[in-house]
């Protein structure tokens, strides 16, 4: 890290002003679980930090009045596991949290930071760039090792993947999210605050860099199916392949309207329309399930070293879908993956 | 009674803690966070050293700018490692040394310094085949090769024949000859001398085929099974928990006390004495504990060395560098890679006729050791052709890691066997005892353990013949393995002293990798004096107590159980000589017990431990152990093991999960019985995790490591390793002495992982790490799928 | 937590116009300062700044950079060196602490954040000098080989257990997932928590059934 001073506001609106209009002159510290590694290894090296995690009104988990959730940026992925309100009416949501990381990053991280984290790419992370080029400007993780990387929104410059695990089902659900900036707030949709950048001069997100995410608003999920289905290696405390989070609305045993993302593998959280289409007003089995896994990753276009993506990422809607319906899925061990209608 | 019989240890029944779970005796201090090791030594005036490392893998230094970081305040002393000039091999190799009053600081300096490098062509990719026509090399050896050939643990046999075919360009007195194995030293003094040959750089360094008997002939022999297949395993790091490093400080003008985080206590000051220009006795190493080495750490390395010369420049004042994770996994440790296209034939009822390898891999610039193919069974297969290609290239300098080229000859080996039993259409158990002859001196203990492993493993009730068939995409399979390793105690001293208060000191200068050295230490002489081990108190981890040889190919163990046998029985007798006219009684007589001494089978005529010292008047009594190298009757060399695997894969994600694994084990007499069932637990998890995980990935552009750091160079994970059971062999072949267990039980888990995912999915899934990407595609080749 | 230090009289109103943050940054220690939107904020570093925190319940104060975290600052600063760094980036669990009862990664939490809070190291788990009965458990089931990892270890197996009184296989695999270790002690840390929760360790006990255990007195340091 190199040396920078810090600043502990306490409000909205004091934070906003002690942050830069020019990304790289200051960043936002919440949990610090991603931050901090970012400037240790001098990907970011802001000249000041602003903590926010005393900034007030932010630590909230309120329920409305429809049973849909309002969540602060400050919460911890903890608390939201553990909030009563959440288990009841977003339980695929309580248990995708806590799959997310370990139990000290869940202990610190905050949702607002979660949505905000900066990619996992290795080329990223070591330095050489969200859009790495070779000496001869070519994309280095096209000529490079991709294993990790994109199957959709590949096009480039941008082969990285939205690395949260709890973005695609929040995008399932519906959510919106708060922004506040130097003039005032705005909402919008969860999936529209990420994007594919063009240039090294954008992030992957839309948020300027003297706004702050102030709450993540959710819908009333009554009547809705949702799970969320992650393809990881390891037991746990690992990065996902690919995941895939569904939402459904049922009319008797048959999809009225499905929402079906995909995570890790685009370098946004990817909506699959194909997916939803192919199981509009059928029943969820094994067949439609599949089908509908085979339709999400028709437009999948590989790397050299990620082609198995593709059927990971087919695997993880089958059985995202499966699991939404209360159905089992084939399970190495308990302790893998969440779900939950 | 014949002068060794004295040391033998007595039978089972009349021991206490040898060969019994007694408890580590350094478990409070670690499980409480109280034991130090190199990287928590702090002492006032500490200065933080860090390097300026290259960011290419393959350069020359143009210009090194240093005289920014100089300015720095807080900058103590700067050094330049490498000059300009100078050509780098691998990305992370050290260039400049700077230490500053902290670590901030240091890491601001190090970015301050400005080098300019020329960009040269590197090759860091190593899994893709190498050309097959490349003629051998049959230049003559410069003392560059042969370092190159040791650090790659070439066999010595290999070595010895290329020296006597090939050569040498040095005077026999220019190479560290009392440091060479004997045999290798033996070559070098007879070797031819030639003049130097200029040699282009070249990737591919093909040695000459190793052949018996007639493959050709046996292959195309009427009748015979023949299986081929493809089988290999990437560079993996040994990621130590501690980092590489070391603390340095000069006492004074020339007294160097070093804390170098080392396997090797007793050899550092030999290793270092040159480089810091002061004789090796004015060097005191001290290292309370370590943090994993796994066979990385025996030198000092470039960070022992700097921390002194920095100090120097910096007046003395103790310079602290430890290794970044990311430093770590980058240049400190790098098992090298080995794969192998295998053809092997064998007789219709099993009887292994053939073996026929072409292989390459890499450890780095060095090029790559050869493993021991086929393993286990080289000396006896009736017909072999072995060629072997080292693959040279900038993907960081190969270190031993636990069980050197083991672990790869045993994957190569054993999943080849394992193949052709299937196509054999025979159980691997049956096919492997079928054989079991080949195996030679060790078959019998293969045999004895086979059905312990059949039994807790429900090998032969379980067993199913390739694919399981039950319905749906989860499959299970069973798979085995088996392997040796030497593991002679090394060179090692004590010395044991008793005084006339009843104190016993122990004090050996070697160390306890976690392996349970300082148990095994204090099981011994508790039981050879009748005490506990809380009455004893040992000093270790300095070089200041008599030496011990490093920690490395398991040969702690026999070499520190010996020793500390020697002096405790030569002290106890002393004491015996002292205590005999008190009790009435002769030395012969005499016995401890339970912290009496007495007279054998006459409880009342007895003395307490402090009584009976207390009669030895004002002198202490000094006992010195040394134990007797190859000679020594108390260890041994030559362990059996067995071990099984039973995966489950899920197929459509390519998922592989452990159910259990277990681990049959012999080492001779076993010492303390709870740390060597943990070593064995530990290299079950350690083995599961390359099995797995592991693999250095390396940019192909940018010649640099993509996964630096704990996060995606994955170690497996606590719900990563189902059930695990450990057999030791206990009490079965006490009478070989004793053997290191280190490296054995870290051999087999690849391959009898490997093994087990073919049972279970029906093909074979060539590379470890078994990840989804390598499991999918072996299965969409099954299919025919173009994956 | 900011503590307000007008002494050093520096205020500004008009933070907006810092275009150049640089500019504004004083290399002057101690906090001093700013009014932002009607409110005062401290502005700490970027050098040293005095800080204060509470470990195992003693007070330490050093004079630290914003940039050192708490884990550099028990170690270095403090000489609190159960908890390790191994990977310094939240992957290993090497530095886990507890702060204010909750389980944390040192390494990747600053120090002048923890200020005001109560943190505990391994050293302190017992809450004297005895080892908690979760780091005796440890010793017992020779849950630790090199020891590298165990202090965060033992302090992430209190806490784990202090929540799941009764912890199985898949609550372990998941709770105790961020802790990593080399040597490979997991089955000895299964171990830990069955005799803990009062069960009996899941598979087979090693080579059980040929040698028992010495003198339960053998245990512990010599
Ligand atoms: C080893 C490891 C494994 C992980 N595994 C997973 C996983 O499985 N699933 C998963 O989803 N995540 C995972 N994570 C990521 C982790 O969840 C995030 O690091 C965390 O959620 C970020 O939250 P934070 O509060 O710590 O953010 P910080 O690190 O403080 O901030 C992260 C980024 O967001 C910005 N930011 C934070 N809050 C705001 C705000 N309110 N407004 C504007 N910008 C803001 C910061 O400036 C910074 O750029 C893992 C992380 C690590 C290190
Ligand atoms: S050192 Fe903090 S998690 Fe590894
Ligand atoms: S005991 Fe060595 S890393 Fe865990």
Not at chain 2, 134 to 148: A, F, N
Not at chain 2, 672 to 692: K, R, V
Not at chain 3, 99 to 106: C, E, K, N, P
Not at chain 3, 134 to 145: G, K, Y
């Amino acid at each position: 890290m190199i040396q920078f001073e810090y600043l502990s506001p306490s409000s909205v609106k004091q934070a906003l002003g002690l942050l830069s209009p020019n990304w790289g002159d200051t960043e936002v510290l919440a949990g610090g679980t991603d931050l901090l590694g970012l400037m240790k290894d001098f990907v970011l090296t802001p000249k000041r930090v602003v903590n926010i995690k005393h900034v007030s009104g932010l630590e909230a988990i309120r329920s409305e009045g429809d049973g849909g959730a309002r969540i602060g940026a400050l919460v911890t992925l903890d608390r939201i596991v553990e909030a009563a309100h959440i288990r009841q009416n977003y339980p695929a949501l309580a248990q995708t949290v806590a799959d997310a990381a370990s139990t000290q990053i869940r202990n610190m991280a905050t949702i607002g930071g979660n949505l905000c984290q900066r990619p996992r790419c290795w080329y990223f992370r070591n330095g050489m760039g969200l859009l790495p080029k070779t000496p001869d400007g070519k994309s280095m993780v096209v000529e490079g090792d991709n294993r990790y990387h994109a199957i959709f929104g590949n096009e480039g410059p941008a082969y990285f993947v939205s690395p949260s695990t709890i973005v695609p089902l929040l995008i399932a659900y519906g959510a919106r999210l708060r922004i506040a900036g130097a003039d005032g707030e705005r909402e919008l949709a969860l999936e529209k605050f990420f994007r594919i950048p063009g240039s090294d001069a954008e992030r992957e997100h839309d948020l300027k860099p003297n706004e702050l995410v102030t709450e993540i608003l959710l819908p009333s999920a009554k009547g809705v199916r949702a799970a969320n289905y992650e393809v990881r290696q390891k037991a746990s405390f690992d990065w996902p392949l690919a995941t895939a989070a569904v939402a459904l609305r049922m009319n008797g045993s048959a999809v009225e309207s499905a929402r079906i993302v995909m995570g890790a593998v685009a370098p946004v959280p990817w909506v699959s329309q194909e997916a939803a289409q192919a199981i509009a007003n059928k029943t969820i089995n094994e067949q439609t399930a599949s089908a509908a896994g085979a339709a999400a990753v028709s437009k999948a276009r590989s790397l050299s070293h990620n082609n198995y993506k593709v059927k990971l990422a087919a695997v993880a809607v089958k059985r995202a879908l499966l699991v939404a319906v209360g159905q089992t899925v084939p399970d190495l061990s308990t302790a893998q993956r969440g779900g939950g209608a | 009674m014949p002068a060794e019989d004295k040391y033998a240890y007595p039978p089972a029944d009349e021991r206490t803690y040898v060969g019994r779970r007694m408890g580590r005796v350094d478990g409070t201090a670690k499980s409480t966070g109280h034991a130090k090791y190199t990287y928590d030594y702090n002492a006032k005036g500490l200065l933080y050293g860090a390097f300026v490392r290259s960011p290419y893998a393959h350069a020359r230094i143009k210009n090194i700018n240093t005289s920014e970081a100089e300015k720095m305040s807080g900058v103590k002393a700067v050094e330049i490692v490498q000059k300009p000039g100078s050509e780098i091999y691998w990305a992370g190799d050290e260039v400049v040394a700077i230490a500053a009053v902290d670590e901030p600081t240091v890491r601001d300096a190090v970015r301050a310094v400005k080098v300019d490098y020329e960009q040269l062509p590197h090759l860091v990719i190593d899994s893709e085949e190498p050309p097959h026509n490349i003629p051998p090399d049959t230049s003559p050896l410069g003392l560059d090769d042969l370092e190159d050939m040791a650090r790659n643990q070439v066999p010595t046999a290999q070595m010895v024949k290329e020296i006597n075919e090939r050569g040498i360009t040095f005077k026999p007195e220019e190479a560290p000859l009392d440091r060479m194995p004997a045999d290798i030293a033996k070559a070098v003094k007879s070797a031819k001398q030639k003049p130097a040959e200029k040699k282009p750089p070249a990737w591919y360094k093909p040695a000459a085929a190793e052949t018996q008997g007639d493959a050709d002939a046996a292959f195309q022999a009427p009748e015979v099974v023949i299986s081929e297949g493809l089988y290999g395993l990437p560079v993996i790091t040994h990621c130590c928990l501690e980092t590489h490093g070391a603390v340095c400080e000069w006492t004074d003008s020339d007294h160097l006390l070093t804390h170098v985080s080392t396997q090797y206590i007793s050899g550092i000051p030999g290793q270092m004495a040159e480089v810091v220009g002061i004789p090796a006795a004015n060097i005191r190493q001290v290292q309370e504990n370590i943090g994993g080495g796994f066979g990385s750490k025996f030198g000092p390395d470039r960070w022992g060395i700097y921390s002194a010369k920095l100090s120097k420049k910096a007046g003395g004042a103790p310079v602290k560098m430890m290794l970044s994770r990311a430093e770590e996994l980058e240049v400190a440790g790098c098992r090298p890679s080995a794969y192998a296209r295998v053809r092997v034939a064998a007789k219709k009822d099993g009887k292994l006729t053939a073996w026929d390898s072409f292989g390459w891999g890499t450890g780095g610039p060095g090029g790559g050791g050869s493993p021991p193919i086929p393993y286990l069974i080289r000396d006896r297969v009736p017909n072999y052709r072995i060629q072997w290609t080292a693959v040279v290239n900038n993907i960081g300098p190969a270190r031993a890691w636990r069980a050197p080229n083991h672990p790869q000859a045993c994957l190569i080996t054993m999943a080849a066997l394992d193949d052709l039993a299937h196509k054999l259409g025979m159980n691997p158990l049956e096919f492997f005892k079928k054989n079991i002859e080949l195996t030679g001196p060790r078959a019998n203990i293969y045999m004895d353990e086979f059905p312990v492993a059949d039994e807790l493993m429900g090998w032969s009730k379980r067993w199913h013949p390739r694919g399981d068939k039950t319905p749906g995409p989860i499959k299970r399979g069973l798979g085995m393995s088996m392997h040796t390793w030497g593991g002679r105690g090394h060179q090692s001293e004590c010395d044991l002293t008793i005084q006339p208060d009843g104190s016993v000191t122990i004090k050996m200068g070697t160390q306890d990798l976690g392996t349970g050295t300082r148990t095994a230490i204090l099981a011994v002489a508790a039981d050879t004096l009748g005490l506990t081990p809380q009455q004893i108190t040992l000093l270790y981890g300095d070089t200041r107590y008599p030496m011990s040889g490093g920690s490395g190919g398991s040969t702690t163990i026999g070499g520190v159980s010996s020793a500390t046998r020697r002096a405790s029985v030569d002290a106890r007798d002393a004491l015996f000589l002292k205590v005999a006219p008190v009790l009435g009684s002769t030395p012969e007589q005499l016995e401890v017990v339970k912290g009496q001494v007495r007279v054998k089978g006459q409880a009342s005529k007895a003395l307490s431990w402090k009584e009976a010292c207390a009669k030895m008047g004002a002198v202490p009594i000094n006992a010195h152990g040394k134990n007797l190298g190859g000679r020594d009757p108390l260890m041994n060399s030559g362990v059996g093991g067995v071990q099984m695997a039973d995966v489950s894969v899920d197929t459509e994600a390519g998922i592989v999960k452990i159910n259990k694994m277990v681990a049959v084990q012999d080492c001779g007499l076993v010492v303390s019985l709870e740390t060597a069932e943990s070593q064995c637990y530990g290299a079950l998890i350690m083995g599961i995790s390359y099995a797995l995980f592991e693999e250095k990935v390396m940019d192909p552009t940018s010649g640099r490591m993509l996964n630096p750091n704990m996060e995606f160079y994955r170690l497996a994970g606590i719900g990563d390793i189902g059930e695990l059971v450990v057999h030791m062999m206990v009490n079965k072949y006490d009478g070989r002495g004793v053997i290191g267990l280190g490296e054995p039980p870290v051999i087999s888990p690849g391959a009898a992982i490997s093994n087990a995912v073919a049972n279970a999915i029906g093909v074979r899934v060539p590379m470890l790490p078994l990840t989804p990407a390598r499991v999918l595609a072996a299965l969409g080749e099954q299919k025919g799928e173009n994956a | 937590m900011t503590t307000n230090n007008k002494s050093s009289g520096f205020s500004r109103r008009d933070f907006l116009k810092i275009s150049s943050i640089a500019a504004s940054v004083p290399l002057v220690a101690g906090p001093k300062v700013i009014e932002v939107a009607g409110q005062e904020v401290a502005v700490h570093g970027p050098g040293a700044v005095p800080v204060t925190l509470s470990v195992n319940g003693k007070r330490f104060n050093a004079e630290l950079e914003p940039r050192v975290t708490l884990l550099d600052a028990l170690r270095e600063h403090f000489d609190v060196t159960g908890p390790k760094r191994v990977c310094d980036r939240a992957e290993c669990g090497a530095c886990t602490v507890l702060i204010d009862d909750r389980l944390v990664y040192s390494c990747t939490t600053l120090a002048i954040e923890a200020q005001g809070k109560e943190i505990v190291t391994a050293e302190g788990l017992g809450g004297g000098d005895r080892p908690h009965a979760v780091q005796s458990a440890f010793v017992n089931n020779d849950a630790q080989q090199c020891g590298f990892c165990t202090p965060g270890f033992t302090v992430a197996a209190k806490s784990f257990l202090d929540r799941n009184p009764h912890g199985h296989d898949a609550e372990i695999a998941h709770g105790l997932a961020g802790n990593l270790c080399r040597c490979g002690t997991y089955r000895g840390i299964h171990g830990v928590v069955a005799q803990m929760t009062g069960r009996e360790p899941q598979g087979n006990a090693g080579t059980t059934m040929i040698a028992s255990r010495a003198t339960p007195s053998s245990k512990g340091d010599a």
